[in-house]
């Protein structure tokens, strides 16, 4: 994909609903990725989890995720975490908000490169540079999604391993 933009809706209207919102994406050079989703907590013991896994290895990423308790009794949190492989641009933008006492909510964002330690670590253990990063990359984007069927895990692993062949 060059250019991608979508923003799903969740509006969680019933009594302890539960939304997920899982995005697992790599950015080639000359791509556009502009994802995001939304999520209302309207009910008592509803809860939302947005989360995030972005590469680049020249592309650009808007990662948008917005959780809005409006009522009394409900989570939710928004995980992003981005690594830049070669030069690209991750823009993470979180937000939630809050309109009751009882709603707790929390955000977390993280851009970087891959830890010289880390890759060296691995090198120690037998692994070359490009085995270990890898190996490393391929833990980053290790998201099992709950309640995924199996046939689209294998598919999502497939992405992967496709990804990881064209040297991500």
């Known amino acids: 994909v060059r250019r991608i933009q ?3 809706v969740c509006h969680l209207n019933g009594e302890t609903a539960v939304g997920r919102v899982s995005s697992v994406v790599v950015a080639p050079p000359g791509s556009y990725m502009d994802l995001g989703s939304t999520v209302y907590l309207g009910a008592k013991g509803t809860s939302a989890e ?8 020249g592309g650009m990423i808007m990662s948008r995720g917005m959780i809005h308790g409006k009522v009394k009794d409900t989570r939710g949190h928004i995980e992003c975490k981005g690594l830049i492989l070669k030069d ?9 908000r809050g309109d009751v006492m009882d709603t707790e909510l929390s955000h977390e964002a993280a851009v970087g490169k891959i830890a010289r330690d880390e890759i060296e670590y691995l090198m120690s253990r037998g692994l070359d540079e490009d085995e270990a ?3 490393i990359i391929r833990g980053f984007l290790d998201v099992k999604i709950s309640g995924l069927p199996e046939a689209l895990q294998k598919q999502i692993d497939a992405s992967i391993d496709a990804a990881e062949q064209s040297g991500f």
Request: hydrophobic fraction near 50%; charge should be neutral; aromatic fraction near 0%.
């Open 6 to 8: 979508m923003a799903p």
């Open 88 to 96: 690209g641009i991750i823009h993470a933008i979180p937000e939630i």
């Open 50 to 57: 947005l989360l995030t896994r972005a590469i680049t290895t």
């Open 133 to 135: 990063t890898a190996t």
